[in-house]
């Protein structure tokens, strides 16, 4: 990526958590680059360190986080794994419309129950569902294993990219600004971020530039579904605005934010915000010097470049399912690990990309993708892991207040000179605040 980061010093080894696949080493790789990138940020020569124990148990975010000492469970009674009648399936229901979506691709009836959706799966072919579903805007993946992914298009596509894609937008344009703090305050005081991410991989992203000292701005709307929960846990350290892209109000809002913003990281579908004249070319025509950082399910190229995607879906396409399980059933990873570690290597993204900005000007486009996240973590080969305890999460548990209840949740994982990222304010109500910078 043209960007010489300082060394991290990591302590620790898989395995961590229960599973064949090294998602200890995936963890600390992808929170140490972006500490690691904080500490550049950061500099007078700040010293950057990653603990794989803690590392893993980050991607383990949402398992233990309470309000007021309830967990929280993010998934709908309709989403799971079906079998089907040459091998399984995964629906994804968790928002109303993708239930909806799915329950019309299988001929069933709004309301119908998790057994009427057993019996429709069960009478057709895995692709046959995932092809039904996907063509009514819903979300399913059919199980794969490793070698019928390595040979589908799609694969062939997101091989073809880095796994973490750093460009440059347009010729010129974007002063070249000084990122070096001389090593006092967090790395990105007076940095802004605009969020326009939802679920899990977006929003730990920018979740972990408000750790290092961001300012971010999390942009709804009313009308988007959230899962519950989730968007209470991924959203410390921010501020809730909602705007409706839609409108011409909305719009010309999200317009006076990006003129005064440094990142923006989004989550929407390849294309779709650049359909509502927010593509990177025009995002950094309203602002030299803007980092664009877009996260997609499967990447910007290929067949499968517009289509909706999770990681849990991820996994059954990409063949981590069907490893994980001998290929009898699906196996998940131990955690929504394609998330989060995409997460925490859009946050590196987002801050190599402002290392860049400092040095050379210009604006900047990051790209990941889970499925990218997926190939790097199937060739980080395998551990003697399946049978490993859950590990004990004592040491790395804090609590705040907050409008919500009294939060439990898990510290940010890293540290720089000794100590590690904090968000400075608890999860804000949706909508929350006015759409302005302060």
């Not at 968790?94 to 057994?115: I, K, T, V």
């Not at 994980?324 to 801050?351: I, N």
């Not at 999460?393 to 804090?398: D, L, N, P, Q």
Request: with cysteine; proline share 7%.
């Amino acid at each position: 990526m043209g960007v010489e980061l300082p060394p991290v010093r990591v302590s620790g080894d898989d395995p961590v958590l229960p599973s064949v696949f090294r998602v200890g080493t995936a963890a600390a790789v992808a929170v140490g680059a972006a500490t690691g990138a904080a500490a550049a940020l950061r500099g007078g020569g700040s010293q950057a360190a990653v603990d794989v124990r803690e590392a893993a148990i980050a991607f383990l975010d949402e398992r233990h986080f309470r309000i007021d000492g309830a967990a929280v469970d993010p998934w709908a009674p309709l989403s799971g794994d079906y079998r089907a009648a040459d091998g399984w399936v995964r629906l994804h229901c968790n928002f109303d419309h993708h239930r909806d979506a799915a329950l019309a691709a299988l001929g069933l009836p709004e309301g119908a129950d998790g057994d009427a959706v057993e019996r429709a799966c069960a009478s057709r072919g895995a692709v046959e569902v995932e092809e039904a579903v996907t063509a009514e805007g819903g979300c399913a993946a059919a199980m794969r294993d490793r070698t019928g992914w390595r040979g589908h298009p799609q694969s062939r596509a997101v091989a073809a990219s880095p796994l973490v894609q750093l460009t440059r937008v347009g010729a010129s344009g974007g002063a070249r600004t000084d990122a070096s703090k001389g090593g006092g305050g967090r790395a990105l005081d007076g940095v802004r971020v605009l969020d326009l991410t939802r679920v899990i991989a977006g929003p730990v992203a920018t979740r972990t530039l408000a750790a290092h000292g961001a300012q971010v701005l999390r942009v709804g709307a009313g009308h988007l579904p959230e899962v519950p929960g989730l968007v209470v846990g991924t959203a410390f350290g921010k501020r809730s605005c909602h705007l409706d892209l839609r409108t011409p109000a909305g719009s010309a809002a999200l317009r006076d934010l990006v003129a005064g913003a440094d990142v923006l990281v989004q989550s929407y579908r390849p294309g779709a915000l650049e359909a509502l004249g927010f593509g990177p070319r025009r995002l950094a025509e309203i602002r030299p010097g803007i980092v664009c950082v877009d996260v997609s399910a499967y990447g910007g190229q290929g067949p499968w470049a517009g289509r909706r995607g999770f990681d849990s879906l991820v996994q059954m396409a990409c063949g981590i399912a069907h490893e994980g399980g001998d290929g009898a059933r699906p196996r998940p990873l131990p955690a929504q690990v394609l998330d989060h570690a995409t997460g925490y290597l859009a946050a590196f993204g987002a801050m190599a990309a402002l290392l860049r900005r400092s040095a050379e000007g210009g604006s900047w486009r990051v790209e990941l993708s889970l499925a990218g996240t997926a190939r790097w973590l199937d060739g980080l080969g395998r551990v003697d892991g399946a049978a490993t305890p859950e590990p004990d999460v004592t040491g790395v548990i804090e609590e705040m207040d907050s409008a919500f209840g009294r939060l439990t949740y898990l510290r940010a994982p890293g540290t720089i000179d000794g100590m590690s990222p904090y968000w400075s304010s608890p999860p804000p109500e949706r909508g929350e605040h006015p759409p302005t910078w302060w």
